[in-house]
């Protein structure tokens, strides 16, 4: 099956990214942001600087390795907040009488009601910006999906003959849904979660082009493509190659969702339904 | 159905006047003072005050809300802190923009999607197929704002098909009719491919799969067994059942018109209404900020709510009066 | 007569779940001569429905071999340029479940008229007389309401007569008929089985007709097939022999457990209740049959025996103590006395849970477990097995063992025998009676086979429309309501001794609900209903001792239509 290939893949990719990210110092020592010798300049790539150098006459490569530590950590941390958030109100949604589900599908509709990009921005500009900032505003903006999606899939397992049938052997309601429906939930979430990250990475670039997010010294590819941007024509290796790094990235955790999601689901099963 | 109806409705007007007024709070604990922008240090303390009485920022934050509310149900929206002219007057400069923007990429992103949706689902495992996921999942992989400058950087800058942003030319004032439309045509092309190349194959891969659905279903086989044309199985019996779902998400993206493009905006100096937030957001300008936000959360809950109501029409198993049979 | 179908050397190779090929069909031969009617029966999982798709070229290419000539015309299994010629016009398929068969999304009559286009090379707007004289051929009640109707607007056999005349649409020389009624009622069977032998007749078209139910379709065709694990076999030449329809019809002395009175339910966004005053007594060590067609409340009242589900209004009393008005911890306590054994086994196990948790749950670890598990006679290494380890029959009696761990007063079991063939349904029945007697219990079985309840109950409640219709004990004397005993003679065809008989059952279509309000449920169809059995529900009478009955008709000269049992 193709499946369990692509989620190798995917996987692969990631393994890579975060190794190359942890490694960072060792791989390319050296403080990243100091200011590179006079007359290195917006250099193009050449053998001695592979990527090319920035207005400060830093090498981009070394500037690349170090930068896919904020986006890893921002990715990592701010969707395992959203998951754990969401998912306990979805199941606390499904599960609990009809005053909990309307009262918590309620807040989560509020949350909804605004695009999550202005949300974001409008929360992050209410104070100092920092990746820290960003991380948390992205988990807390970040749970509405898995809440719902959570929720829906409860409503289903809750009606399936076996957590009936838990029920009916006396069985507490706090144990019925630890042991028999949590599980149940836990392939979705996953794969919910390992796409998330990607979608997280993206936006968190977005912010960080616009300032709001990684402030220096911390590099984050999203700024280095801000700082590219006044020389887009002239210098393009400034711009494109962070970019690069991105799509590989929000490639590698999509791609690995995917096939997780493929290989986990349960009700997919490919080939024609026997007798 | 009514009942329903009128029900969603005030839910919806309660969520926009709940959340409006949490983003008026909220907006008021940001660290800045709009002043600093508009004083210096050689400012009189009474003339802070007086600068402080006239944008209305004296008094408690209460007093302001009020003030605030009262104003709304008029329709006056307050003035801007930064610009000095009524947010009603930014807003409705900045909603047009946005709206062709967001309204011409979104078809764009439709007729992209049916397109490739139904090629990935017919072709299923054959080149075509492998080769549209792959640069499905590329496109959904990338940034839309490096995407944008990708664009710019190659088609208008390597190239020069197209300007590199705005909305028109410096001297589109001058132009005649059809000029105008041309050079408004002209801008318009890069970002909304912009917007369109890097969102639809969400939608494609959201209707490959309800295709797929529709074709493993046995009304398929039947139909299949009764002699029909892959063909008019296709387009006739699967597309139709594959679509109800899209319209719970195209519902899902409506709301999204408004707002959606603050990316797309900012990089290609589009004067909508994402760019005047994102500056309003800079300069604390609070009227603005709050009046964009109360458009955003009715353009939204607007949305769903038009959504809902389509999709019970559309579905005729949902449809209120349907008998039962067992 | 002609040939018109011949299959040799058919094999049948399916990827699985893991990716591994698995061989389903082993070197199938068959033919079938033109309008002849021809059964292939055979235990579920022999391969038939596979089978079926592979005679009308719907499987993947790469999955067939063999060799099909139709009308003396030769051609590869796998080819399907030319199966593509013989679909439709020539074999046609219709399905199990005839929701399934029609789309959701469109009309009723747009679906056949397209067929009858494709056929006739006609316009839409000329196919709506035929579409109209299709389903007036398939005996629908109203064909132009049928037409203009969507899918989910009709009853399950008139869902099945839409897709018959779709069928017949193509014209088509053969028509495979997988197993066309068993999603159906027992009354709607029979019709639509002499409907399909009917049109064979007048249309002059073979039928092939696929049931795992020897007994209902030998009654139709000439010449049966046997297909057992995906090979054809020699079967048995008579037809299973039932054993006498004679009741258990012990009454020992009274030790109530349960009593439910006046149990109404009504289930949100429905416009009639699904159960009306309903009352029932459990005694220990006794089984109650709990029969009815589908839509009848059966299950709604399990659940709320069980606890599952709160009554609109009555009291389910155990012991004593009204079970519905308890909460919490009481309430879970209390409810561990009445167990649901639910349908399918397979879906009441948690697919994470081995055996040993499974039971442990349920308070039975160690020894008590290993004895439960003695008792079901299943092997100790069950502890170990996930579900999907297990086969039907296992899961079906962890399920039983886990049930009793509790150590419960009242069992109810929800079709435990439903898709069983007749071996596997009388296993089960001693093994349920056999834990009766053992544990005795106050057992509740709930069944739409009329003929299984009369052998295994000591008491048979028919319900229809949320209402008890009969309440007798089974004595070895005859069921009384008139509704009843249209219940045993559909269900029993072999009893039935003349066709005319048979059909004449089979007109009687029972209305899936009662008309308006109060009015005997069944007097749309009753023969001898009177003008006052629309007006008002009888109430449930005794006519002798043990046996009460919601008709005051009863007693009168019964018509010569019904069979007595």
């Given at each position: 099956?193709?499946?369990?290939?692509?989620?190798?893949?995917?996987?692969?990719?990631?393994?890579?990214?975060?190794?190359?990210?942890?490694?960072?110092?060792?791989?390319?020592?050296?403080?990243?942001?100091?200011?590179?010798?006079?007359?290195?300049?917006?250099?193009?790539?050449?053998?001695?600087?592979?990527?090319?150098?920035?207005?400060?006459?830093?090498?981009?490569?070394?500037?690349?390795?170090?930068?896919?530590?904020?986006?890893?950590?921002?990715?990592?941390?701010?969707?395992?907040?959203?998951?754990?958030?969401?998912?306990?109100?979805?199941?606390?949604?499904?599960?609990?009488?009809?005053?909990?589900?309307?009262?918590?599908?309620?807040?989560?509709?509020?949350?909804?009601?605004?695009?999550?990009?202005?949300?974001?921005?409008?929360?992050?500009?209410?104070?100092?910006?920092?990746?820290?900032?960003?991380?948390?505003?992205?988990?807390?903006?970040?749970?509405?999906?898995?809440?719902?999606?959570?929720?829906?899939?409860?409503?289903?397992?809750?009606?399936?003959?076996?957590?009936?049938?838990?029920?009916?052997?006396?069985?507490?309601?706090?144990?019925?849904?630890?042991?028999?429906?949590?599980?149940?939930?836990?392939?979705?979430?996953?794969?919910?979660?390992?796409?998330?990250?990607?979608?997280?990475?993206?936006?968190?670039?977005?912010?960080?082009?616009?300032?709001?997010?990684?402030?220096?010294?911390?590099?984050?590819?999203?700024?280095?493509?801000?700082?590219?941007?006044?020389?887009?024509?002239?210098?393009?290796?400034?711009?494109?190659?962070?970019?690069?790094?991105?799509?590989?990235?929000?490639?590698?955790?999509?791609?690995?969702?995917?096939?997780?999601?493929?290989?986990?689901?349960?009700?997919?099963?490919?080939?024609?339904?026997?007798? | 159905?009514?009942?329903?109806?009128?029900?969603?409705?005030?839910?919806?007007?309660?969520?926009?006047?709940?959340?409006?007024?949490?983003v008026f709070f909220v907006v008021r604990l940001a660290p800045g003072d709009p002043?600093?922008?508009?004083?210096?240090?050689?400012?009189?303390?009474?003339?802070?005050?007086?600068?402080?009485?006239?944008?209305?920022?004296?008094?408690?934050?209460?007093?302001?809300?009020?003030?605030?509310?009262?104003?709304?149900?008029?329709?006056?929206?307050?003035?801007?802190?930064?610009?000095?002219?009524?947010?009603?007057?930014?807003?409705?400069?900045?909603?047009?923009?946005?709206?062709?923007?967001?309204?011409?990429?979104?078809?764009?992103?439709?007729?992209?999607?049916?397109?490739?949706?139904?090629?990935?689902?017919?072709?299923?495992?054959?080149?075509?197929?492998?080769?549209?996921?792959?640069?499905?999942?590329?496109?959904?992989?990338?940034?839309?704002?490096?995407?944008?400058?990708?664009?710019?950087?190659?088609?208008?800058?390597?190239?020069?098909?197209?300007?590199?942003?705005?909305?028109?030319?410096?001297?589109?004032?001058?132009?005649?009719?059809?000029?105008?439309?041309?050079?408004?045509?002209?801008?318009?092309?890069?970002?909304?491919?912009?917007?369109?190349?890097?969102?639809?194959?969400?939608?494609?891969?959201?209707l490959r799969a309800s295709l797929d659905e529709a074709l493993a279903q046995d009304?398929?086989?039947?139909?299949?067994?009764?002699?029909?044309?892959?063909?008019?199985?296709?387009?006739?019996?699967?597309?139709?059942?594959?679509?109800?779902?899209?319209?719970?998400?195209?519902?899902?993206?409506?709301?999204?018109?408004?707002?959606?493009?603050?990316?797309?905006?900012?990089?290609?100096?589009?004067?909508?209404?994402?760019?005047?937030?994102?500056?309003?957001?800079?300069?604390?300008?609070?009227?603005?900020?709050?009046?964009?936000?109360?458009?955003?959360?009715?353009?939204?809950?607007?949305?769903?709510?038009?959504?809902?109501?389509?999709?019970?029409?559309?579905?005729?198993?949902?449809?209120?009066?349907?008998?039962?049979?067992? | 007569?002609?040939?018109?179908?011949?299959?040799?050397?058919?094999?049948?190779?399916?990827?699985?779940?893991?990716?591994?090929?698995?061989?389903?069909?082993?070197?199938?031969?068959?033919?079938?001569?033109?309008?002849?009617?021809?059964?292939?029966?055979?235990?579920?999982?022999?391969?038939?429905?596979?089978?079926?798709?592979?005679?009308?070229?719907?499987?993947?290419?790469?999955?067939?071999?063999?060799?099909?000539?139709?009308?003396?015309?030769?051609?590869?299994?796998?080819?399907?340029?030319?199966?593509?010629?013989?679909?439709?016009?020539?074999?046609?398929?219709?399905?199990?479940?005839?929701?399934?068969?029609?789309?959701?999304?469109?009309?009723?009559?747009?679906?056949?008229?397209?067929?009858?286009?494709?056929?006739?090379?006609?316009?839409?707007?000329?196919?709506?007389?035929?579409?109209?004289?299709?389903?007036?051929?398939?005996?629908?009640?109203?064909?132009?309401?049928?037409?203009?109707?969507?899918?989910?607007?009709?009853?399950?056999?008139?869902?099945?007569?839409?897709?018959?005349?779709?069928?017949?649409?193509?014209?088509?020389?053969?028509?495979?008929?997988?197993?066309?009624?068993?999603?159906?009622?027992?009354?709607?069977?029979?019709?639509?089985?002499?409907?399909?032998?009917?049109?064979?007749?007048?249309?002059?078209?073979?039928?092939?007709?696929?049931?795992?139910?020897?007994?209902?379709?030998?009654?139709?065709?000439?010449?049966?097939?046997?297909?057992?694990?995906?090979?054809?076999?020699?079967?048995?030449?008579?037809?299973?022999?039932?054993?006498?329809?004679?009741?258990?019809?012990?009454?020992?002395?009274?030790?109530?457990?349960?009593?439910?009175?006046?149990?109404?339910?009504?289930?949100?966004?429905?416009?009639?209740?699904?159960?009306?005053?309903?009352?029932?007594?459990?005694?220990?060590?006794?089984?109650?049959?709990?029969?009815?067609?589908?839509?009848?409340?059966?299950?709604?009242?399990?659940?709320?025996?069980?606890?599952?589900?709160?009554?609109?209004?009555?009291?389910?009393?155990?012991?004593?103590?009204?079970?519905?008005?308890?909460?919490?911890?009481?309430?879970?306590?209390?409810?561990?006395?009445?167990?649901?054994?639910?349908?399918?086994?397979?879906?009441?196990?948690?697919?994470?849970?081995?055996?040993?948790?499974?039971?442990?749950?349920?308070?039975?670890?160690?020894?008590?477990?290993?004895?439960?598990?003695?008792?079901?006679?299943?092997?100790?290494?069950?502890?170990?097995?996930?579900?999907?380890?297990?086969?039907?029959?296992?899961?079906?009696?962890?399920?039983?063992?886990?049930?009793?761990?509790?150590?419960?007063?009242?069992?109810?079991?929800?079709?435990?025998?439903?898709?069983?063939?007749?071996?596997?349904?009388?296993?089960?029945?001693?093994?349920?009676?056999?834990?009766?007697?053992?544990?005795?219990?106050?057992?509740?079985?709930?069944?739409?086979?009329?003929?299984?309840?009369?052998?295994?109950?000591?008491?048979?409640?028919?319900?229809?429309?949320?209402?008890?219709?009969?309440?007798?004990?089974?004595?070895?004397?005859?069921?009384?309501?008139?509704?009843?005993?249209?219940?045993?003679?559909?269900?029993?065809?072999?009893?039935?001794?003349?066709?005319?008989?048979?059909?004449?059952?089979?007109?009687?279509?029972?209305?899936?609900?009662?008309?308006?309000?109060?009015?005997?449920?069944?007097?749309?169809?009753?023969?001898?209903?009177?003008?006052?059995?629309?007006?008002?529900?009888?109430?449930?009478?005794?006519?002798?001792?043990?046996?009460?009955?919601?008709?005051?008709?009863?007693?009168?000269?019964?018509?010569?239509?019904?069979?007595?049992?």
């Amino acid at each position: 099956m193709r499946m369990p290939r692509i989620a190798a893949t995917g996987a692969f990719l990631c393994l890579v990214l975060a190794i190359v990210a942890l490694a960072a110092p060792w791989l390319a020592p050296g403080d990243p942001s100091a200011l590179g010798p006079a007359g290195a300049e917006l250099q193009a790539p050449s053998p001695e600087h592979p990527l090319g150098t920035d207005a400060l006459g830093r090498d981009v490569l070394v500037r690349l390795i170090h930068g896919g530590r904020a986006s890893l950590l921002v990715g990592w941390f701010s969707v395992m907040v959203a998951v754990v958030l969401g998912t306990a109100v979805g199941l606390g949604s499904g599960l609990g009488p009809q005053w909990v589900d309307r009262l918590l599908m309620g807040v989560t509709d509020a949350f909804l009601a605004f695009p999550r990009v202005f949300l974001v921005l409008l929360l992050i500009s209410v104070s100092t910006p920092s990746l820290g900032l960003v991380t948390v505003v992205l988990g807390l903006t970040g749970w509405m999906g898995v809440a719902r999606l959570v929720r829906a899939e409860t409503l289903s397992i809750r009606e399936r003959d076996f957590v009936q049938a838990a029920h009916g052997l006396g069985l507490a309601p706090w144990r019925v849904a630890w042991v028999h429906v949590l599980p149940q939930l836990a392939a979705t979430v996953v794969v919910a979660a390992t796409l998330r990250i990607g979608t997280t990475i993206l936006i968190e670039s977005f912010l960080s082009f616009l300032g709001l997010g990684a402030q220096e010294p911390t590099i984050s590819w999203g700024a280095m493509i801000q700082q590219g941007r006044g020389v887009l024509l002239e210098a393009w290796w400034l711009t494109t190659f962070p970019g690069l790094a991105l799509t590989l990235t929000v490639l590698g955790y999509n791609l690995l969702g995917d096939g997780l999601r493929a290989v986990l689901d349960p009700r997919r099963t490919e080939g024609v339904r026997r007798d | 159905m009514t009942s329903w109806l009128s029900r969603r409705l005030a839910i919806s007007v309660i969520l926009v006047f709940v959340l409006t007024s949490v983003v008026f709070f909220v907006v008021r604990l940001a660290p800045g003072d709009p002043l600093q922008r508009m004083v210096n240090e050689t400012t009189q303390p009474g003339d802070r005050d007086l600068v402080r009485e006239r944008l209305g920022l004296d008094g408690s934050l209460g007093r302001q809300y009020v003030d605030w509310l009262a104003g709304v149900v008029r329709g006056d929206l307050g003035i801007s802190l930064r610009q000095q002219r009524p947010v009603t007057a930014i807003i409705g400069e900045a909603v047009g923009p946005t709206l062709l923007l967001t309204v011409t990429a979104y078809l764009l992103h439709l007729v992209l999607a049916v397109l490739a949706g139904t090629t990935m689902a017919s072709r299923r495992g054959r080149p075509a197929d492998h080769l549209l996921q792959g640069v499905g999942l590329v496109l959904y992989s990338l940034p839309g704002f490096w995407l944008g400058l990708m664009l710019i950087m190659f088609f208008a800058g390597r190239l020069g098909w197209f300007p590199v942003g705005a909305m028109h030319a410096p001297d589109a004032v001058f132009m005649s009719g059809p000029a105008r439309l041309a050079d408004l045509l002209h801008h318009l092309a890069l970002p909304v491919a912009t917007l369109a190349l890097g969102s639809f194959m969400g939608t494609a891969r959201y209707l490959r799969a309800s295709l797929d659905e529709a074709l493993a279903q046995d009304y398929i086989m039947a139909a299949r067994a009764r002699g029909l044309t892959e063909r008019t199985i296709l387009w006739r019996h699967a597309l139709p059942n594959a679509l109800l779902p899209l319209v719970t998400l195209i519902g899902l993206h409506l709301p999204f018109l408004l707002g959606g493009a603050v990316v797309v905006e900012v990089v290609f100096g589009w004067p909508g209404m994402g760019r005047v937030t994102v500056e309003a957001l800079w300069a604390r300008d609070y009227p603005v900020i709050v009046g964009t936000t109360l458009l955003s959360a009715i353009t939204v809950v607007a949305g769903s709510l038009l959504a809902d109501i389509l999709y019970r029409r559309v579905d005729p198993r949902v449809r209120p009066g349907a008998g039962g049979g067992a | 007569m002609t040939e018109l179908l011949r299959v040799t050397g058919l094999d049948v190779r399916l990827p699985t779940v893991g990716g591994a090929e698995v061989q389903l069909l082993h070197d199938v031969e068959l033919e079938v001569a033109a309008g002849e009617a021809v059964a292939l029966v055979g235990p579920s999982g022999a391969g038939k429905s596979l089978l079926a798709r592979a005679l009308c070229g719907l499987l993947p290419t790469g999955a067939v071999a063999g060799t099909v000539t139709w009308r003396g015309r030769s051609f590869a299994a796998a080819d399907q340029a030319a199966w593509s010629m013989v679909r439709g016009a020539g074999i046609t398929l219709v399905m199990q479940d005839p929701g399934a068969g029609l789309n959701p999304v469109r009309r009723v009559g747009d679906q056949i008229a397209e067929t009858v286009c494709r056929h006739r090379g006609c316009s839409a707007g000329e196919a709506h007389d035929h579409v109209v004289a299709l389903l007036a051929e398939t005996q629908v009640p109203d064909a132009e309401a049928c037409a203009r109707a969507w899918p989910h607007e009709l009853s399950g056999g008139q869902q099945q007569r839409a897709l018959l005349a779709a069928a017949l649409a193509c014209e088509p020389g053969l028509l495979i008929a997988d197993e066309p009624t068993t999603a159906l009622d027992p009354t709607v069977q029979a019709s639509i089985l002499y409907l399909l032998d009917d049109l064979r007749a007048r249309r002059d078209m073979a039928l092939l007709l696929i049931s795992h139910d020897r007994d209902l379709v030998s009654l139709l065709t000439g010449r049966t097939i046997n297909l057992r694990d995906g090979r054809v076999v020699e079967g048995p030449t008579t037809a299973a022999v039932l054993p006498p329809v004679v009741g258990a019809g012990r009454q020992e002395d009274d030790d109530s457990v349960l009593t439910a009175r006046d149990i109404t339910v009504t289930w949100p966004g429905a416009s009639r209740p699904a159960l009306r005053g309903v009352d029932v007594n459990l005694d220990a060590g006794l089984v109650v049959g709990l029969a009815g067609e589908s839509g009848c409340g059966k299950t709604t009242l399990a659940r709320v025996l069980a606890g599952h589900m709160r009554p609109d209004s009555g009291r389910v009393e155990l012991g004593g103590r009204d079970l519905h008005a308890l909460r919490g911890a009481e309430f879970r306590r209390m409810r561990r006395q009445v167990q649901l054994l639910f349908q399918h086994a397979g879906a009441a196990l948690d697919p994470r849970q081995r055996g040993a948790a499974a039971l442990a749950e349920a308070g039975a670890s160690g020894e008590k477990a290993a004895a439960l598990l003695r008792e079901m006679d299943l092997d100790p290494d069950v502890l170990d097995r996930l579900p999907h380890q297990l086969s039907g029959g296992q899961r079906q009696r962890l399920a039983l063992a886990r049930a009793l761990a509790p150590g419960p007063r009242v069992l109810l079991a929800d079709e435990p025998t439903n898709a069983l063939d007749a071996e596997a349904t009388a296993r089960v029945r001693s093994l349920l009676l056999e834990t009766v007697r053992r544990h005795r219990l106050a057992m509740v079985l709930i069944s739409h086979d009329l003929p299984l309840l009369l052998r295994t109950a000591d008491r048979i409640l028919v319900m229809l429309d949320g209402v008890i219709i009969e309440d007798f004990a089974v004595d070895g004397r005859p069921p009384l309501h008139p509704y009843t005993r249209t219940l045993v003679s559909a269900a029993t065809p072999q009893l039935v001794r003349a066709r005319d008989q048979w059909r004449a059952v089979a007109a009687g279509m029972v209305p899936r609900h009662g008309e308006k309000g109060n009015a005997c449920p069944f007097n749309a169809v009753c023969p001898i209903a009177k003008p006052g059995c629309t007006r008002a529900l009888p109430g449930l009478e005794s006519v002798s001792q043990n046996h009460r009955i919601r008709c005051p008709e009863v007693g009168r000269p019964v018509p010569p239509l019904f069979i007595d049992t």
